[in-house]
Protein backbone atom coordinates (compact mmCIF):
# COMPACT_ATOMS: atom_id res chain seq x y z
CA UNK A 1 0.00 0.00 0.00
CA UNK A 2 2.15 3.16 -1.33
CA UNK A 3 2.45 5.54 1.25
CA UNK A 4 4.84 8.57 -0.20
CA UNK A 5 4.02 11.66 1.44
CA UNK A 6 0.55 12.60 -0.63
CA UNK A 7 -0.45 9.34 0.07
CA UNK A 8 0.77 9.21 3.46
CA UNK A 9 -1.79 12.19 4.05
CA UNK A 10 -4.37 9.92 2.38
CA UNK A 11 -3.44 6.86 4.61
CA UNK A 12 -4.08 9.13 7.83
CA UNK A 13 -7.18 10.56 6.58
CA UNK A 14 -8.65 7.14 6.17
CA UNK A 15 -6.64 5.82 9.21
CA UNK A 16 -6.49 7.85 11.78
CA UNK A 17 -8.86 10.66 11.90
CA UNK A 18 -7.37 13.45 14.06
CA UNK A 19 -8.46 16.21 11.97
CA UNK A 20 -8.28 19.06 14.79
CA UNK A 21 -6.70 16.51 17.64
CA UNK A 22 -3.07 17.90 16.36
CA UNK A 23 -4.11 21.22 15.66
CA UNK A 24 -2.86 23.36 18.59
CA UNK A 25 -4.79 26.73 19.71
CA UNK A 26 -2.90 29.19 20.17
CA UNK A 27 -3.50 33.23 20.86
CA UNK A 28 -1.56 35.87 21.61
CA UNK A 29 -2.43 38.08 24.45
CA UNK A 30 -2.60 41.28 22.33
CA UNK A 31 -4.48 39.38 19.55
CA UNK A 32 -5.91 36.58 20.36
CA UNK A 33 -6.92 33.73 17.98
CA UNK A 34 -3.66 33.76 16.18
CA UNK A 35 -2.07 30.31 14.62
CA UNK A 36 0.75 28.40 15.58
CA UNK A 37 3.74 30.84 16.20
CA UNK A 38 4.56 34.19 17.84
CA UNK A 39 3.61 37.02 15.26
CA UNK A 40 7.00 37.09 12.99
CA UNK A 41 7.64 41.00 11.61
CA UNK A 42 10.13 41.68 8.86
CA UNK A 43 12.89 40.27 7.92
CA UNK A 44 14.73 37.47 10.51
CA UNK A 45 17.20 38.75 12.33
CA UNK A 46 20.64 36.45 12.16
CA UNK A 47 22.27 35.55 15.40
CA UNK A 48 21.18 36.42 19.27
CA UNK A 49 21.07 33.89 22.24
CA UNK A 50 17.27 32.94 22.91
CA UNK A 51 16.97 32.89 26.87
CA UNK A 52 13.85 29.75 27.96
CA UNK A 53 13.19 29.21 31.22
CA UNK A 54 11.34 26.21 32.10
CA UNK A 55 9.61 25.68 35.46
CA UNK A 56 9.03 21.41 34.80
CA UNK A 57 11.55 19.57 36.51
CA UNK A 58 15.46 19.74 35.27
CA UNK A 59 15.51 16.18 33.18
CA UNK A 60 18.16 13.38 34.83
CA UNK A 61 19.12 12.57 31.31
CA UNK A 62 19.05 14.81 28.10
CA UNK A 63 18.13 11.54 25.95
CA UNK A 64 14.17 10.86 26.39
CA UNK A 65 14.65 7.30 25.40
CA UNK A 66 16.06 6.58 28.68
CA UNK A 67 12.73 7.31 30.85
CA UNK A 68 10.58 9.18 28.55
CA UNK A 69 8.70 12.29 30.40
CA UNK A 70 7.49 15.85 29.59
CA UNK A 71 10.38 17.69 30.80
CA UNK A 72 12.97 15.47 28.32
CA UNK A 73 10.42 16.16 25.50
CA UNK A 74 10.56 19.82 25.89
CA UNK A 75 14.08 20.47 25.52
CA UNK A 76 14.62 17.18 23.21
CA UNK A 77 12.95 18.70 20.46
CA UNK A 78 15.77 21.44 20.15
CA UNK A 79 18.47 19.01 19.26
CA UNK A 80 16.82 15.61 18.23
CA UNK A 81 14.62 14.81 15.53
CA UNK A 82 11.51 12.32 14.49
CA UNK A 83 10.84 10.23 11.20
CA UNK A 84 7.81 12.13 10.70
CA UNK A 85 5.94 14.96 12.13
CA UNK A 86 2.33 16.40 12.42
CA UNK A 87 1.00 19.71 11.09
CA UNK A 88 -1.64 21.56 11.43
CA UNK A 89 -4.34 19.74 10.09
CA UNK A 90 -2.90 17.22 11.56
CA UNK A 91 -1.97 15.38 8.92
CA UNK A 92 1.41 13.37 8.88
CA UNK A 93 4.20 14.54 7.23
CA UNK A 94 7.83 13.73 6.19
CA UNK A 95 10.80 14.67 8.04
CA UNK A 96 13.65 12.98 8.84
CA UNK A 97 11.84 10.11 6.77
CA UNK A 98 10.91 11.56 3.21
CA UNK A 99 8.57 8.90 2.02
CA UNK A 100 7.23 5.73 3.58
CA UNK A 101 5.01 2.41 2.50
CA UNK A 102 3.19 0.04 4.16
CA UNK A 103 2.12 -3.78 3.33
CA UNK A 104 -1.50 -4.57 3.08
CA UNK A 105 -1.53 -6.64 5.84
CA UNK A 106 -0.03 -3.44 7.88
CA UNK A 107 2.73 -5.75 9.53
CA UNK A 108 5.55 -4.02 7.45
CA UNK A 109 6.77 0.07 6.82
CA UNK A 110 9.39 0.99 4.88
CA UNK A 111 10.95 4.16 5.90
CA UNK A 112 12.87 6.07 2.59
CA UNK A 113 15.35 8.46 4.63
CA UNK A 114 16.04 12.47 3.26
CA UNK A 115 19.58 12.36 1.66
CA UNK A 116 22.74 14.19 2.84
CA UNK A 117 21.64 14.80 6.46
CA UNK A 118 24.52 14.33 8.98
CA UNK A 119 24.45 14.13 12.90
CA UNK A 120 25.97 17.08 14.77
CA UNK A 121 28.96 15.18 14.55
CA UNK A 122 29.34 14.59 11.21
CA UNK A 123 28.46 11.37 10.67
CA UNK A 124 25.29 10.62 8.03
CA UNK A 125 21.82 9.52 8.79
CA UNK A 126 21.51 6.20 8.27
CA UNK A 127 19.08 3.29 7.83
CA UNK A 128 21.39 1.61 11.01
CA UNK A 129 21.20 4.64 13.29
CA UNK A 130 17.15 4.00 12.97
CA UNK A 131 17.36 0.35 13.88
CA UNK A 132 19.64 1.54 17.03
CA UNK A 133 17.33 3.63 18.35
CA UNK A 134 14.59 1.34 17.77
CA UNK A 135 16.73 -1.40 19.54
CA UNK A 136 17.96 1.49 22.21
CA UNK A 137 14.38 2.21 23.43
CA UNK A 138 13.25 -1.13 23.47
CA UNK A 139 16.61 -2.45 25.40
CA UNK A 140 15.21 -3.09 29.33
CA UNK A 141 19.09 -1.56 29.87
CA UNK A 142 17.81 1.66 28.99
CA UNK A 143 14.66 1.91 30.81
CA UNK A 144 12.46 3.27 28.77
CA UNK A 145 8.67 3.93 29.53
CA UNK A 146 6.93 6.32 26.75
CA UNK A 147 9.26 4.86 23.53
CA UNK A 148 8.72 1.95 24.70
CA UNK A 149 5.16 1.55 25.01
CA UNK A 150 4.67 3.33 21.89
CA UNK A 151 7.04 0.61 20.42
CA UNK A 152 5.32 -2.53 21.50
CA UNK A 153 4.29 -4.13 18.31
CA UNK A 154 7.32 -3.66 16.65
CA UNK A 155 9.51 -6.84 16.77
CA UNK A 156 12.49 -5.12 14.67
CA UNK A 157 13.93 -2.95 12.54
CA UNK A 158 15.70 -3.99 8.68
CA UNK A 159 18.75 -1.38 7.27
CA UNK A 160 17.61 -2.61 3.93
CA UNK A 161 20.00 -0.05 2.78
CA UNK A 162 21.75 2.99 3.72
CA UNK A 163 18.69 5.03 3.39
CA UNK A 164 15.65 2.51 3.64
CA UNK A 165 14.84 1.44 7.04
CA UNK A 166 12.07 -1.74 7.39
CA UNK A 167 9.70 -1.74 10.29
CA UNK A 168 8.66 -5.45 11.16
CA UNK A 169 5.00 -5.52 13.72
CA UNK A 170 3.97 -8.41 15.06
CA UNK A 171 0.44 -7.00 14.65
CA UNK A 172 -1.13 -4.25 12.90
CA UNK A 173 -0.79 -0.79 14.45
CA UNK A 174 -2.82 2.25 13.17
CA UNK A 175 -1.14 4.96 15.59
CA UNK A 176 2.69 3.74 14.17
CA UNK A 177 3.10 6.98 12.52
CA UNK A 178 1.66 9.16 15.27
CA UNK A 179 4.35 7.58 17.64
CA UNK A 180 6.96 8.18 15.69
CA UNK A 181 5.90 11.61 15.40
CA UNK A 182 7.03 11.72 19.12
CA UNK A 183 10.12 12.88 20.69
CA UNK A 184 10.74 9.93 22.89
CA UNK A 185 11.40 8.09 19.76
CA UNK A 186 13.47 10.89 18.28
CA UNK A 187 16.30 8.99 16.31
CA UNK A 188 19.81 9.12 17.37
CA UNK A 189 23.32 7.97 16.34
CA UNK A 190 24.07 4.68 16.39
CA UNK A 191 27.88 5.91 17.86
CA UNK A 192 26.49 8.38 20.36
CA UNK A 193 24.19 5.50 21.50
CA UNK A 194 27.18 3.04 21.84
CA UNK A 195 29.11 5.19 23.92
CA UNK A 196 26.89 4.16 26.47
CA UNK A 197 24.10 5.23 28.86
CA UNK A 198 25.42 8.08 31.22
CA UNK A 199 28.07 10.13 28.57
CA UNK A 200 24.94 9.82 25.92
CA UNK A 201 22.31 11.41 28.76
CA UNK A 202 24.83 14.24 28.86
CA UNK A 203 24.74 15.33 25.35
CA UNK A 204 23.01 12.72 22.84
CA UNK A 205 23.64 13.17 19.21
CA UNK A 206 20.61 13.78 17.49
CA UNK A 207 20.54 15.90 13.63
CA UNK A 208 18.69 18.78 15.05
CA UNK A 209 19.30 22.70 15.04
CA UNK A 210 21.14 23.21 17.77
CA UNK A 211 23.57 21.14 19.94
CA UNK A 212 24.31 20.51 23.66
CA UNK A 213 27.14 22.30 24.10
CA UNK A 214 27.39 22.17 28.44
CA UNK A 215 24.73 20.98 30.96
CA UNK A 216 25.29 23.03 34.42
CA UNK A 217 23.11 20.97 36.41
CA UNK A 218 19.99 22.33 38.52
CA UNK A 219 20.99 25.78 36.62
CA UNK A 220 21.25 25.81 32.70
CA UNK A 221 21.66 23.81 29.49
CA UNK A 222 23.53 25.58 27.07
CA UNK A 223 22.66 24.66 23.16
CA UNK A 224 24.51 26.20 19.87
CA UNK A 225 23.30 26.09 16.60
CA UNK A 226 24.31 23.60 14.30
CA UNK A 227 25.88 25.38 11.19
CA UNK A 228 25.25 21.84 9.22
CA UNK A 229 21.46 21.52 9.87
CA UNK A 230 19.83 20.12 6.77
CA UNK A 231 16.75 18.64 8.00
CA UNK A 232 13.83 20.88 8.99
CA UNK A 233 10.00 18.60 9.11
CA UNK A 234 8.33 19.89 5.78
CA UNK A 235 6.26 22.52 7.46
CA UNK A 236 9.13 24.51 8.85
CA UNK A 237 9.04 28.32 7.40
CA UNK A 238 13.05 28.30 6.28
CA UNK A 239 15.37 25.93 5.20
CA UNK A 240 19.22 25.85 5.89
CA UNK A 241 20.42 26.65 9.75
CA UNK A 242 18.47 27.73 12.43
CA UNK A 243 18.23 31.94 12.82
CA UNK A 244 19.32 31.88 16.44
CA UNK A 245 22.77 31.46 17.11
CA UNK A 246 22.06 29.57 20.50
CA UNK A 247 19.90 28.94 23.35
CA UNK A 248 20.37 29.23 27.04
CA UNK A 249 17.65 26.62 28.89
CA UNK A 250 17.49 27.94 32.27
CA UNK A 251 15.73 25.95 35.20
CA UNK A 252 13.62 28.32 37.35
CA UNK A 253 10.98 26.07 39.66
CA UNK A 254 9.50 29.48 41.27
CA UNK A 255 6.96 30.32 38.70
CA UNK A 256 6.80 34.34 40.16
CA UNK A 257 10.22 33.95 39.70
CA UNK A 258 10.21 33.03 36.31
CA UNK A 259 7.43 35.82 35.53
CA UNK A 260 9.28 38.58 36.97
CA UNK A 261 12.64 37.22 34.90
CA UNK A 262 10.28 37.87 31.90
CA UNK A 263 9.03 41.31 32.88
CA UNK A 264 12.74 42.26 33.29
CA UNK A 265 13.64 41.45 30.22
CA UNK A 266 15.81 38.72 31.59
CA UNK A 267 14.45 36.20 30.17
CA UNK A 268 12.52 35.47 26.52
CA UNK A 269 10.36 33.02 27.13
CA UNK A 270 9.03 30.86 30.08
CA UNK A 271 6.44 27.89 30.18
CA UNK A 272 4.13 26.41 33.02
CA UNK A 273 2.70 30.18 33.28
CA UNK A 274 0.27 30.28 35.47
CA UNK A 275 -3.32 31.06 35.34
CA UNK A 276 -3.03 34.43 37.51
CA UNK A 277 0.01 35.16 35.73
CA UNK A 278 -1.39 34.36 32.26
CA UNK A 279 -4.46 36.87 33.27
CA UNK A 280 -2.05 39.89 34.11
CA UNK A 281 -0.14 39.09 31.19
CA UNK A 282 -2.70 39.80 28.85
CA UNK A 283 -4.69 42.55 30.81
CA UNK A 284 -0.76 43.85 30.45
CA UNK A 285 -0.59 43.42 26.65
CA UNK A 286 3.21 43.33 26.69
CA UNK A 287 3.82 39.69 25.58
CA UNK A 288 2.68 37.10 23.55
CA UNK A 289 1.65 34.01 24.77
CA UNK A 290 0.94 30.32 23.03
CA UNK A 291 -1.84 28.20 24.46
CA UNK A 292 -0.95 24.72 23.17
CA UNK A 293 -2.72 21.95 24.77
CA UNK A 294 -1.48 18.71 24.55
CA UNK A 295 -2.68 15.59 22.57
CA UNK A 296 -3.85 12.40 23.95
CA UNK A 297 -4.79 12.31 27.69
CA UNK A 298 -6.43 14.62 29.51
CA UNK A 299 -5.40 15.79 32.42
CA UNK A 300 -7.83 13.54 34.84
CA UNK A 301 -7.65 12.05 38.53
CA UNK A 302 -7.04 8.04 38.24
CA UNK A 303 -8.41 5.84 41.46
CA UNK A 304 -6.27 2.30 42.26
CA UNK A 305 -9.07 -0.10 41.37
CA UNK A 306 -6.59 -2.62 41.94
CA UNK A 307 -6.73 -2.72 46.03
CA UNK A 308 -9.19 -1.47 48.51
CA UNK A 309 -10.94 0.86 49.21
CA UNK A 310 -11.21 1.39 45.20
CA UNK A 311 -11.65 -1.75 44.30
CA UNK A 312 -15.21 -1.70 45.30
CA UNK A 313 -16.79 0.26 42.40
CA UNK A 314 -19.68 1.70 44.50
CA UNK A 315 -16.69 3.57 46.29
CA UNK A 316 -15.05 4.66 43.06
CA UNK A 317 -18.63 6.06 42.23
CA UNK A 318 -19.11 8.03 45.62
CA UNK A 319 -16.29 9.77 45.31
CA UNK A 320 -16.14 10.60 42.02
CA UNK A 321 -19.88 12.03 43.04
CA UNK A 322 -18.74 13.39 46.39
CA UNK A 323 -15.65 15.94 44.85
CA UNK A 324 -16.92 19.24 43.70
CA UNK A 325 -14.38 20.35 40.88
CA UNK A 326 -16.19 23.09 39.22
CA UNK A 327 -15.97 25.92 41.16
CA UNK A 328 -12.04 25.49 41.91
CA UNK A 329 -11.87 25.22 37.92
CA UNK A 330 -13.94 28.74 38.37
CA UNK A 331 -12.17 30.40 40.78
CA UNK A 332 -8.76 29.15 40.34
CA UNK A 333 -7.62 28.74 36.42
CA UNK A 334 -8.97 32.84 35.66
CA UNK A 335 -10.36 30.64 31.96
CA UNK A 336 -7.74 28.94 30.85
CA UNK A 337 -9.03 25.38 31.71
CA UNK A 338 -11.79 24.52 30.81
CA UNK A 339 -13.54 21.50 32.41
CA UNK A 340 -13.68 18.17 30.71
CA UNK A 341 -15.43 15.15 30.93
CA UNK A 342 -13.52 13.12 28.63
CA UNK A 343 -10.46 10.55 28.89
CA UNK A 344 -9.15 12.35 25.96
CA UNK A 345 -7.81 15.57 25.19
CA UNK A 346 -10.39 18.03 23.76
CA UNK A 347 -7.73 18.17 20.47
CA UNK A 348 -8.76 14.59 19.81
CA UNK A 349 -11.27 14.52 17.30
CA UNK A 350 -12.47 11.07 18.74
CA UNK A 351 -12.94 11.98 22.63
CA UNK A 352 -16.18 10.69 23.91
CA UNK A 353 -17.48 12.85 26.86
CA UNK A 354 -20.83 11.89 29.58
CA UNK A 355 -20.95 15.25 31.65
CA UNK A 356 -23.86 12.81 33.64
CA UNK A 357 -21.17 10.14 35.20
CA UNK A 358 -19.35 13.16 36.87
CA UNK A 359 -22.25 15.54 38.54
CA UNK A 360 -21.33 16.53 42.07
CA UNK A 361 -24.28 14.67 44.05
CA UNK A 362 -23.20 14.23 48.23
CA UNK A 363 -26.56 12.98 49.02
CA UNK A 364 -25.80 10.01 46.25
CA UNK A 365 -22.26 9.72 47.46
CA UNK A 366 -23.46 9.02 50.71
CA UNK A 367 -25.90 6.26 49.89
CA UNK A 368 -23.43 4.61 47.93
CA UNK A 369 -21.10 4.23 51.03
CA UNK A 370 -24.04 3.19 52.94
CA UNK A 371 -24.59 0.42 50.37
CA UNK A 372 -21.02 -0.14 50.57
CA UNK A 373 -21.01 -1.15 54.05
CA UNK A 374 -19.03 2.35 55.15
CA UNK A 375 -22.35 3.09 57.24
CA UNK A 376 -20.16 4.14 60.57
CA UNK A 377 -18.36 7.22 61.22
CA UNK A 378 -15.86 8.29 63.70
CA UNK A 379 -15.40 11.06 65.73
CA UNK A 380 -13.47 13.44 62.83
CA UNK A 381 -16.68 12.40 60.80
CA UNK A 382 -14.74 10.15 58.58
CA UNK A 383 -16.40 6.66 57.32
CA UNK A 384 -15.25 3.64 59.39
CA UNK A 385 -15.42 -0.29 58.25
CA UNK A 386 -14.24 -3.08 59.90
CA UNK A 387 -12.50 -0.49 62.60
CA UNK A 388 -10.70 1.03 59.57
CA UNK A 389 -11.10 4.60 58.85
CA UNK A 390 -12.16 5.04 54.70
CA UNK A 391 -8.32 6.88 54.28
CA UNK A 392 -6.95 7.60 50.69
CA UNK A 393 -3.41 8.33 49.48
CA UNK A 394 -3.15 10.85 47.38
CA UNK A 395 0.47 11.68 46.40
CA UNK A 396 1.17 15.10 44.38
CA UNK A 397 4.61 15.44 42.06
CA UNK A 398 4.81 19.26 42.75
CA UNK A 399 6.96 19.33 39.27
CA UNK A 400 4.10 18.28 37.43
CA UNK A 401 1.02 20.13 39.05
CA UNK A 402 1.34 24.01 39.24
CA UNK A 403 0.26 25.86 42.23
CA UNK A 404 -3.45 25.82 41.03
CA UNK A 405 -3.69 22.88 40.68
CA UNK A 406 -2.05 22.07 43.61
CA UNK A 407 -4.88 24.44 45.19
CA UNK A 408 -7.86 22.56 43.23
CA UNK A 409 -6.79 18.65 45.07
CA UNK A 410 -7.34 20.75 48.17
CA UNK A 411 -10.74 21.01 47.19
CA UNK A 412 -11.02 17.64 46.16
CA UNK A 413 -9.74 16.55 49.49
CA UNK A 414 -12.43 19.26 51.44
CA UNK A 415 -15.50 18.28 49.12
CA UNK A 416 -14.69 14.03 49.65
CA UNK A 417 -14.27 14.68 53.67
CA UNK A 418 -18.26 15.99 53.21
CA UNK A 419 -18.70 12.31 52.26
CA UNK A 420 -16.53 11.17 54.64
CA UNK A 421 -13.75 9.99 52.83
CA UNK A 422 -9.75 11.22 54.69
CA UNK A 423 -7.73 12.00 51.80
CA UNK A 424 -4.09 12.62 52.20
CA UNK A 425 -2.27 14.95 49.93
CA UNK A 426 1.77 14.28 49.97
CA UNK A 427 3.41 16.67 48.03
CA UNK A 428 6.50 15.11 46.76
CA UNK A 429 9.34 15.90 43.81
CA UNK A 430 8.89 13.82 40.70
CA UNK A 431 11.34 11.01 41.81
CA UNK A 432 9.37 10.35 45.18
CA UNK A 433 6.13 10.50 43.58
CA UNK A 434 7.38 7.96 40.80
CA UNK A 435 8.44 5.92 44.05
CA UNK A 436 4.75 6.24 45.03
CA UNK A 437 3.52 4.78 42.53
CA UNK A 438 6.24 2.00 41.78
CA UNK A 439 5.34 1.09 45.00
CA UNK A 440 1.91 1.04 44.72
CA UNK A 441 1.88 3.36 47.57
CA UNK A 442 -1.39 5.75 46.38
CA UNK A 443 -5.56 5.78 45.74
CA UNK A 444 -5.55 8.78 44.11
CA UNK A 445 -3.30 10.00 41.72
CA UNK A 446 -3.29 12.86 39.07
CA UNK A 447 -0.54 11.43 36.49
CA UNK A 448 -0.51 13.71 32.98
CA UNK A 449 0.51 10.99 30.08
CA UNK A 450 1.12 12.33 26.75
CA UNK A 451 0.82 10.50 23.69
CA UNK A 452 -0.88 11.25 20.34
CA UNK A 453 -3.80 10.15 19.22
CA UNK A 454 -6.66 7.99 20.78
CA UNK A 455 -4.03 5.08 20.81
CA UNK A 456 -3.53 6.72 24.21
CA UNK A 457 -6.34 4.82 25.64
CA UNK A 458 -4.48 1.54 25.34
CA UNK A 459 -1.60 2.59 27.00
CA UNK A 460 -3.47 4.08 30.05
CA UNK A 461 -6.48 1.31 30.93
CA UNK A 462 -5.41 -2.24 28.47
CA UNK A 463 -4.77 -4.54 31.52
CA UNK A 464 -1.54 -5.12 29.97
CA UNK A 465 -0.19 -1.34 30.98
CA UNK A 466 -0.44 -2.37 35.13
CA UNK A 467 3.13 -4.57 33.81
CA UNK A 468 5.96 -2.02 34.69
CA UNK A 469 7.83 -0.80 31.44
CA UNK A 470 11.73 -0.98 32.08
CA UNK A 471 12.27 1.74 33.74
CA UNK A 472 9.48 0.81 36.52
CA UNK A 473 6.56 3.09 34.94
CA UNK A 474 2.87 1.01 34.25
CA UNK A 475 1.11 3.79 32.46
CA UNK A 476 -2.07 1.70 33.90
CA UNK A 477 -2.48 3.38 36.97
CA UNK A 478 -5.99 3.20 37.62
CA UNK A 479 -5.38 -0.55 37.53
CA UNK A 480 -8.36 -1.40 35.45
CA UNK A 481 -8.65 -5.05 34.68
CA UNK A 482 -11.60 -5.29 32.43
CA UNK A 483 -11.08 -8.24 29.29
CA UNK A 484 -13.52 -6.37 27.56
CA UNK A 485 -12.06 -3.18 27.09
CA UNK A 486 -9.09 -5.01 26.73
CA UNK A 487 -10.53 -6.47 23.39
CA UNK A 488 -12.02 -3.23 22.77
CA UNK A 489 -8.47 -1.58 22.77
CA UNK A 490 -6.82 -4.11 20.88
CA UNK A 491 -8.93 -4.16 17.63
CA UNK A 492 -9.35 -0.76 17.50
CA UNK A 493 -5.43 -0.32 17.54
CA UNK A 494 -5.39 -3.30 14.64
CA UNK A 495 -7.97 -2.01 12.86
CA UNK A 496 -7.06 -0.09 9.51
CA UNK A 497 -10.75 0.82 9.02
CA UNK A 498 -11.49 4.43 10.22
CA UNK A 499 -15.66 3.92 10.89
CA UNK A 500 -14.83 0.81 13.24
CA UNK A 501 -11.98 2.80 14.91
CA UNK A 502 -14.44 5.74 16.00
CA UNK A 503 -16.98 3.39 17.03
CA UNK A 504 -14.30 1.04 18.65
CA UNK A 505 -12.81 4.10 20.76
CA UNK A 506 -16.29 5.47 21.62
CA UNK A 507 -17.56 2.07 23.54
CA UNK A 508 -14.11 2.08 24.92
CA UNK A 509 -14.29 5.25 26.51
CA UNK A 510 -17.65 4.77 27.62
CA UNK A 511 -16.84 1.65 29.53
CA UNK A 512 -13.61 3.34 31.26
CA UNK A 513 -15.90 6.19 31.75
CA UNK A 514 -18.41 4.22 33.60
CA UNK A 515 -15.88 2.17 35.58
CA UNK A 516 -15.57 5.49 37.92
CA UNK A 517 -11.95 4.84 37.74
CA UNK A 518 -11.12 8.57 36.00
CA UNK A 519 -12.14 11.79 37.20
CA UNK A 520 -11.54 14.07 33.84
CA UNK A 521 -10.00 17.82 34.91
CA UNK A 522 -8.97 19.80 31.91
CA UNK A 523 -7.02 19.33 29.37
CA UNK A 524 -2.96 19.00 30.15
CA UNK A 525 -1.89 22.61 29.90
CA UNK A 526 0.61 23.94 27.89
CA UNK A 527 1.23 27.99 28.44
CA UNK A 528 4.30 29.63 26.87
CA UNK A 529 4.94 33.34 27.39
CA UNK A 530 6.86 35.30 25.16
CA UNK A 531 8.59 38.31 25.10
CA UNK A 532 7.41 40.39 22.03
CA UNK A 533 11.41 40.14 20.74
CA UNK A 534 10.55 36.88 20.11
CA UNK A 535 9.42 35.81 16.24
CA UNK A 536 8.80 32.87 14.63
CA UNK A 537 8.51 30.59 17.35
CA UNK A 538 5.88 28.17 17.38
CA UNK A 539 4.35 24.84 19.69
CA UNK A 540 5.36 21.85 17.15
CA UNK A 541 2.15 19.86 16.19
CA UNK A 542 3.15 16.51 18.08
CA UNK A 543 3.06 16.96 21.74
CA UNK A 544 2.86 20.78 21.22
CA UNK A 545 6.31 21.42 22.77
CA UNK A 546 8.34 24.90 21.98
CA UNK A 547 10.26 24.64 18.58
CA UNK A 548 12.91 27.90 18.08
CA UNK A 549 13.89 26.46 14.69
CA UNK A 550 12.60 29.33 12.81
CA UNK A 551 12.74 31.72 15.55
CA UNK A 552 14.35 35.19 15.78
CA UNK A 553 15.15 38.19 18.18
CA UNK A 554 13.93 41.53 16.73
CA UNK A 555 16.48 44.14 17.21
Not at 132 to 138: D, F, G, L, N, P
Not at 145 to 162: F, I, N, P, Q, R
Not at 437 to 464: C, E, Q
Request: aromatic share 8%; with cysteine; glycine share 8%.
Amino acid sequence: MPASPTTASTLRRSLLPLAASAVLLLTACTAPGGDAQSTAGGEPVEGGTLVYASGDAEPDCLDPHVGGNYPQALIAGQYLESLVSIDESGEIIPWLASEWTSSDDGLSWEFTLQDDVLFSDGSPLTAADVKATVEHIQDPATGSSTGYLALGKVTGVEAVSDTVARFTLSAPDSALLESLSMPWLAIESAAGIARGIDENCLAPIGTGPFVVDEWVKQDRVSLVRNDDYTSPPADAAHSGPAHLEAIDWRFLPDSASRYAALQAGQVDVIDNAQPDTLAAASDAGTFTEIDAPRPGASNRLELNSGKAPFNDPLVREAFIRAVDVNDGIDALFFGTAERSYSALSSVEALGYSDEALFTHDLEAAEALLDQAGWTEKDSDGYRVKNGERLSLAFPVSTNQSIPAEQSLFEQVQATAAEAGFEVTISPLDLSSWYGALFSNDYDVVSAPYTKVGPDVLRILYHSASITPAPSGYFANLAQLNDPELDALLSQASASLDADERAALYAEAQERILGSFTVLPLYDQQNHFLLGKQVQGARAINTVSTPNFYDAWLSE
